[in-house]
């Protein structure tokens, strides 16, 4: 493929950059690329990457690394530099989460970390539970030397693994502990690394030990680097302090170009361990470039104005963006509704989206109903008035075994084995059929050029398909039929081969924990669906209104957000004056295209604590209304 000068380049598939994405995208050096809400962050990510690359600027064989938190993050990111991109360059574009790149460098060169910090192969993926935290910090205050109780004591549950824990860089060598927190982290390690039983690591753990295997090894280090010349974070604000100093013994000192992309007032993981100062640190150990991007692509004016208000009792210097939507609604763009029972409630929401819908000709995924947490309760309190209008939730944020439901339909197993049973109960389906085919390939370890191999691959392929069309069509849907076709599905795919092909299915029990909630999904998505077209509709989320945390709604977007329980009692650790929570609340407000509702029933409890939250919302002009 011919490359195109610097100069000459043009964006891929849009019209064109604003200016400050324009000097960031040209940006010789590391920068922090400030994006707040709709400012097109992927699409930004997308078209530096297809810049580096048509340009030759990073050249073959190097590569381009993009990190993002969430799985479904890295896939978005990775599909659009494939629309973006040719694919000759688009190869070279790698787009992974954070867990998954620390994890697939400690699955690959687990004999080289240091001999005291080795785990087993293979090891289990932990998830401990606040309970059984609190009990190991019980356990070691009580064994700690006494001048070390207090702080022991001080630690909570929530932030001793990702803030204590993470923050610690571990030794060549055993820890021989001089202070309280040396003390903990060593039986915490101990507890993980479980000598004489097969090691139970958290990812916390497993991006400490991948620091540690580039620290005590200076090669892996240099073929990473060699390999990776640019690298993207996404979500940087949230980056937590073992990711942080991964990325640190990685890529500091070097030629890496880091880029750092995402926005402070939206930091909302500080109780997962992100830092404080995650931007500050990228600008002073890189030498990060400070770029804001000023456009916002998703919010209508009116929405882009209240969250300005917003964003300025987070950060008084925060610049205003300019929205590049219209307004699409007749009316206030953002209400408070106060209702006296949640029954009232309910019933008004449930019949003011239908009538909404009908009106607007909007469809069920247009809305989200967002909250702060215990979505099952509020799903439960909700989901009859809503069925009494036809309509039907999807709670996002529900869990399925260890994982959620957001989760499983974000993971990429999960995406293969479903667009599988489309194929069995339809023959029109293209984007499933592509997908398959190239991940059958893949499992089957089929190279670029083995066409032969490739014919053969598929032709097995299309044969399994036309079988298990016949079969589905020929056989109801039941939780029986379901698991028939479940086990006949992942026997054809191979659970061997799954875990030799995806890096982070190949340690540990991630693969077990898909499968559990697939099939945990399956079964209730099967109850009552009258054919199996109906029954993965259901599995997906089709013509469902989704229900979700603040948390879980990060990188999405709505036309219209609908904030329940905006109250004491969902914001029951909320302080006047804490960031995170004011954060938390501007990533609600920000998600919605043309209209944010804020809703507040008095049943559910008061709201003094969240005063401030209201009175951000008069000072941008939003009414209230009772109801």
């Given at each position: 493929m011919r490359l195109i000068r610097p100069e000459d380049w043009r964006p891929s598939g849009i019209d064109d950059l604003e200016p400050e994405a324009w000097n960031a995208l040209r940006h010789e050096g590391s920068a922090c690329v400030v994006?707040?809400?709709g400012?097109?962050?992927?699409?930004?990510?997308?078209?530096?990457?297809?810049?580096?690359?048509?340009?030759?600027l990073c050249r073959a064989p190097h590569r381009v690394l993009a990190i993002s938190f969430k799985t479904d993050a890295a896939n978005n990111l990775a599909?659009?530099?494939?629309q973006r991109c040719p694919p000759e360059f688009a190869n070279r574009f790698v787009s992974v989460t954070f867990d998954a790149f620390t994890k697939s460098l400690v699955d690959r060169f687990l004999n080289a970390i240091p001999a005291d910090w080795r785990p087993t192969r293979p090891y289990e993926i932990a998830f401990p539970k606040h309970k059984a935290i609190e009990g190991f910090l019980t356990t070691a205050r009580l064994h700690a030397p006494p001048e070390w109780h207090s702080e022991i004591a001080g630690y909570g549950p929530s932030n001793f693994e990702p803030k204590v824990v993470g923050s610690y860089r571990l030794p060549m060598g055993p820890i021989a502990p001089q202070n309280a927190a040396e003390f903990a982290v060593a039986r915490w390690w101990a507890a993980q690394l479980r000598p004489g039983q097969t090691s139970s690591l958290t990812f916390v753990g497993i991006n400490r030990l991948a620091e540690l295997l580039l620290r005590a090894n200076p090669y892996i280090r240099r073929a990473l680097v060699a390999t990776y010349p640019f690298v993207f974070v996404d979500e940087f604000q949230d980056t937590t302090y073992a990711q942080y100093d991964f990325l640190l013994s990685a890529f500091h000192g070097g030629q890496t170009v880091v880029t750092g992309v995402g926005d402070d007032k939206q930091r909302i993981m500080v109780f997962a361990g992100a830092r404080h100062d995650a931007f500050q640190r990228l600008q002073t150990d890189f030498g990060g470039a400070r770029f804001p991007l000023l456009f916002n692509f998703r919010s209508s004016p009116d929405l882009v104005a209240i969250q300005y208000v917003v964003a300025r009792a987070l950060d008084p210097d925060a610049a205003p963006t300019v929205a590049q939507t219209v307004c699409q609604v007749d009316g206030d763009v953002a209400q408070v509704w106060t209702s006296q029972t949640k029954e009232a409630e309910a019933a008004h929401l449930a019949q003011w989206i239908a009538n909404d819908m009908v009106s607007r000709g909007r469809a069920p995924r247009d809305y989200a109903l967002?909250?702060?947490q215990k979505s099952d309760e509020y799903e439960q309190e909700v989901a009859g008035a809503f069925a009494a209008h036809g309509l039907q939730i999807r709670n996002?944020?529900?869990a399925l075994g260890k994982t959620s439901l957001q989760d499983l339909l974000s993971d990429e197993l999960t995406r293969l084995a479903i667009s599988i049973f489309r194929l069995g109960a339809t023959r029109r389906a293209p984007a499933a059929w592509q997908l398959v085919a190239t991940s059958v390939l893949a499992l089957r370890a089929v190279g670029n050029h083995e066409d032969a191999r490739a014919t053969r691959v598929e032709a097995e392929l299309t044969a399994f398909l036309a079988t298990l069309r016949t079969d589905m069509a020929a056989t109801a849907p039941s939780k029986q039929s379901a698991l028939d076709f479940i086990t006949r599905i992942f026997d054809y795919?191979?659970?061997d081969a799954i875990s030799r092909t995806y890096p982070e299915y190949g340690v540990g029990d991630l693969l077990k924990i898909i499968l559990e909630a697939f099939c945990i999904h399956l079964f209730a998505s099967v109850d009552g669906a009258p054919n199996w077209t109906a029954c993965l509709d259901a599995f997906e989320g089709v013509n469902q209104?989704?229900?979700m945390t603040v948390h879980k709604s990060k990188g999405l977007e709505f036309d219209t957000i609908i904030f329940l329980g905006l109250d004491d009692r969902a914001w029951w650790a909320h302080t006047p004056g804490d960031p995170e929570g004011v954060a938390a609340f501007f990533v609600a407000l920000s998600r919605a295209k043309q209209r944010a509702i804020f809703a507040f029933c008095q049943?559910?409890?008061q709201r003094n604590n969240v005063a401030e939250l209201y009175q951000l919302l008069t000072a941008a002009g939003v009414p209230e209304i009772a109801i």
């Open positions: 994006a707040g809400p400012a097109g962050k992927t699409e930004f990510l997308a078209q530096r990457a297809d810049y580096l690359l048509e340009t030759g599909a659009r530099v494939r967002l909250v702060k996002e944020s529900h795919l191979d659970l209104i989704p229900m049943q559910r409890g």
